[in-house]
T-cell receptor
């Protein structure tokens, strides 16, 4: 039961560097999400994908791009990292069958941009 | 537009006393509402959810929440706090027919022995 798998768990970047956060789910869910968590601000939605082949902006999309590669995988790319992107990033997928709705979360990626 | 406001950033209770974590929501529709818990250095876990069935919702670990439409509230309660309840709690809203989940800013619950 892998659930939602995120890589890497930790990453340190220098300002201006790029990187891609990987996320995969093995539960056949249609919808997937990327959130960032900052102290005192809860989780804020960066991008989401309602189904394979579609993506849409969330609350804080600036500085990020996403790719829904297939039904399993949803990656988040930082093209030119900035210190303001230092955060903990969570990927999630949505179980929507019947009345049993819930989000499944990955274990998070702690990103520091120096 | 949907949003949630968690009225307290920190709540401190003694073990064995009641817990009340407050959440107010704003939604143009009848929303789905959730409470998630995050223990230190752990992922997020669903505590309970409201999806327009019973207004009093029971969750895991003795938690429950009541949906009050007139007050646009979905407060989380537990009759007797346990040390293991110390964590951060998030109220979450989703409008029907929309795929976006909006999180509140979180309430950190401290449980004193």
């Amino acid at each position: 039961n892998a659930g939602v798998t995120q890589t890497p768990k930790f990453q340190v970047l220098k300002t201006g560097q790029s990187m891609t956060l990987q996320c995969a789910q093995d539960m056949n869910h249609n919808s997937m999400y990327w959130y960032r968590q900052d102290p005192g601000m809860g989780l804020r939605l960066i991008y989401y994908s309602a189904s394979e082949g579609t993506t849409d902006k969330g609350e804080v999309p600036n500085g990020y791009n996403v790719s829904r590669l297939n039904k399993r995988e949803f990656s988040l790319r930082l093209e030119s990292a900035a210190p303001s992107q230092t955060s903990v990033y969570f990927c999630a997928s949505r179980q929507a069958q019947g009345g049993n709705e819930k989000l499944f979360f990955g274990s998070g990626t702690q990103l520091s941009v120096l | 537009a949907q949003s949630v406001t968690q009225l307290d950033s920190h709540v401190s209770v003694s073990e064995g006393t009641p817990v009340l974590l407050r959440c107010n929501y704003s939604s143009s529709y009848s929303p789905s509402l959730f409470w998630y818990v995050q223990h230190p250095n752990k992922g997020l876990q669903l505590l309970l959810k409201y999806t327009s069935a019973a207004t009093l919702v029971k969750g895991i670990n003795g938690f429950e929440a009541e949906f009050k439409k007139s007050e646009t509230s979905f407060h989380l309660t537990k009759p007797s706090a346990h040390m293991s309840d110390a964590a951060e709690y998030f109220c979450v809203v989703r409008a029907p027919n929309f795929n976006k989940f909006y999180f509140g800013s979180g309430t950190k619950l401290n449980v004193k022995p």
